[in-house]
């Protein structure tokens, strides 16, 4: 799937029961390596309670040597649940220009808005990020806007799990990518000892970074 790819899922749980809330969270804005995702979960009351019990929760919650399992887990059960799943992938390049221009934020606020228009009606909208998020009220009035959104609403965590889990998918491809030349490629993309040797080891070799790296990743830091 390309940067400019979205992809819209319906569920295959059970019928829709009340009013509906879409939650937007994203994974990724952060590394250096890889791409960033935007997600949107719908969810009505029955699907919300059942996905809490089952541990649905803020992704960045889910640690240790078996979260991606984990992850992975919990984005299969929402996707089952949820009456509606879409996300949109941006990677490094796409980045990079937006970054170039300042629109980092413009284009996470994009995304959103287009995965949003693309979801059945909702009587509400949460979305993770309050300084991020807020402009989009103006198109959706339903919409609200927090830090730390995944403890408003688990629409907005299951968000958090399927965009964090489609994005361990794209660095996992990309560590397979390497590994035959580099070894392990470990971090997950963020600036960490094991990203920075890779990178470093990439330059010597090749005299530039690899195409997935985020050539304005210091500006993006800042954005």
Same mark, same amino acid.
């Given at each position: 799937?390309?940067?400019?790819?979205?992809?819209?899922?319906?569920?295959?749980?059970?019928?829709?029961?009340? !009013?509906?809330?879409?939650?937007?969270?994203?994974?990724?804005?952060?590394?250096?390596l890889g791409p960033m995702v935007v997600a949107v979960v719908v969810l009505d009351s029955?699907?919300?309670?059942?996905?809490?019990?089952?541990?649905?929760?803020?992704?960045? /919650?889910?640690?240790?040597?078996?979260?991606?399992?984990?992850?992975?887990e919990l984005a299969a059960l929402v996707r089952a649940r949820a009456p509606f799943v879409?996300?949109?992938?941006?990677?490094?390049?796409?980045?990079?220009?937006?970054? @170039?221009?300042? @629109?980092?934020?413009?284009?996470?606020? @994009?995304?959103?808005?287009?995965?949003? !228009?693309?979801?059945?009606?909702? /009587?509400?909208?949460? !979305?993770?990020?309050?300084?991020?998020? /807020?402009?989009?009220?103006?198109?959706?009035?339903?919409?609200?806007?927090?830090?730390?959104g995944e403890s408003r609403h688990c629409a907005v965590a299951a968000a958090s799990i399927?965009?964090?889990?489609?994005?361990?998918?794209?660095? /996992?491809?990309?560590?397979?990518?390497?590994?035959?030349?580099?070894?392990?490629?470990?971090?997950?993309?963020?600036?960490?000892?094991?990203?920075?040797?890779?990178?470093?080891?990439?330059?010597?070799?090749?005299?530039?970074?690899?195409?997935?790296?985020?050539?304005?990743?210091?500006?993006?830091?800042? !954005?």
């Amino acid at each position: 799937m390309s940067g400019a790819d979205q992809l819209g899922l319906p569920g295959v749980g059970v019928p829709t029961r009340g !009013a509906l809330t879409l939650g937007v969270d994203e994974a990724g804005r952060g590394p250096i390596l890889g791409p960033m995702v935007v997600a949107v979960v719908v969810l009505d009351s029955g699907a919300a309670r059942s996905l809490t019990r089952a541990g649905v929760c803020d992704s960045k /919650a889910i640690a240790g040597k078996d979260a991606i399992a984990r992850r992975a887990e919990l984005a299969a059960l929402v996707r089952a649940r949820a009456p509606f799943v879409a996300l949109r992938v941006v990677e490094a390049d796409e980045i990079d220009a937006r970054v @170039e221009r300042g @629109e980092l934020n413009l284009l996470e606020r @994009e995304c959103a808005a287009a995965l949003i !228009a693309q979801a059945p009606g909702c /009587a509400r909208i949460i !979305a993770d990020g309050a300084r991020m998020f /807020a402009p989009l009220r103006e198109q959706f009035p339903q919409l609200r806007a927090y830090d730390r959104g995944e403890s408003r609403h688990c629409a907005v965590a299951a968000a958090s799990i399927v965009a964090k889990d489609e994005r361990d998918r794209r660095f /996992a491809a990309i560590a397979a990518r390497y590994r035959a030349e580099f070894g392990e490629l470990a971090g997950g993309g963020y600036l960490n000892a094991a990203t920075r040797a890779f990178l470093d080891d990439f330059r010597r070799r090749y005299g530039r970074l690899p195409d997935e790296a985020r050539r304005t990743w210091a500006r993006n830091q800042d !954005a």
